[in-house]
């Protein structure tokens, strides 16, 4: 975010705003390369945070006392709410003030990820940090060599359809919709 501040702030790191159509200068290859460097970063900050946050944050509760799972579900409950609330934001006061300002905008967003970044790291000796067992590469290689071994079997004709597909009833289903051919 402090990257595409400063390229909405910075003189040198944006062309001169257009005046006509006709007289618009186009962003020289530096000030490109720096735009797209913010907004490299930009995504892959979100795309590391993004799949983190709900693992990280359920690590935080014992989920084998009754306790800790009734608190698994508040943070669900506040998680998808203050998402919820945050989109709401994004998509009004957000757009709002870069229709303003894009300095204003990008420095308030900038100021809040950096006010998050604090707050991480103070409160980063009290968190619950459960290291990873064995690796993920592991399980993505046993997946290619099993599908290797099998890509020769053929899947048996079976009668009941649905065998594969379609779980007998139980005790804990409550309600169970009939398996149909009417969407093929």
């Not at 705003?17 to 200068?25: A, P, Q």
């Not at 935080?60 to 506040?78: A, C, H, I, L």
């Not at 990820?113 to 604090?118: G, R, T, W």
Request: with cysteine; proline share 7%.
């Amino acid at each position: 975010m402090v990257v595409l501040t400063l390229t909405a702030w910075v003189p040198q790191l944006h062309p001169p705003s257009c005046t006509s159509t006709e007289h618009c200068v186009p962003p020289t290859s530096s000030q490109l390369g720096f735009l797209i460097l913010g907004l490299a970063w930009l995504a892959l900050g979100t795309g590391g945070i993004g799949p983190c946050t709900i693992p990280f944050a359920i690590d935080q509760f014992d989920t084998t006392s009754s306790e800790g799972k009734k608190g698994v579900n508040r943070f669900f409950n506040w998680y998808y709410i203050s998402q919820t609330i945050v989109t709401l934001i994004s998509l009004t006061a957000i757009v709002y003030l870069e229709n303003k300002s894009w300095v204003l905008a990008f420095g308030i967003l900038s100021l809040l990820m950096s006010f998050s970044i604090i707050i991480f790291f103070v409160g980063a000796s009290v968190y619950v940090y459960i290291p990873p067992e064995g690796t993920i590469f592991s399980g993505i290689a046993q997946v290619f060599v099993a599908a290797y071994k099998k890509h020769h079997l053929k899947i048996p004709v079976i009668e009941d359809e649905g065998l594969y597909y379609d779980p007998p009833v139980d005790a804990k289903t409550l309600l169970k919709m009939p398996l149909t051919k009417q969407l093929r």
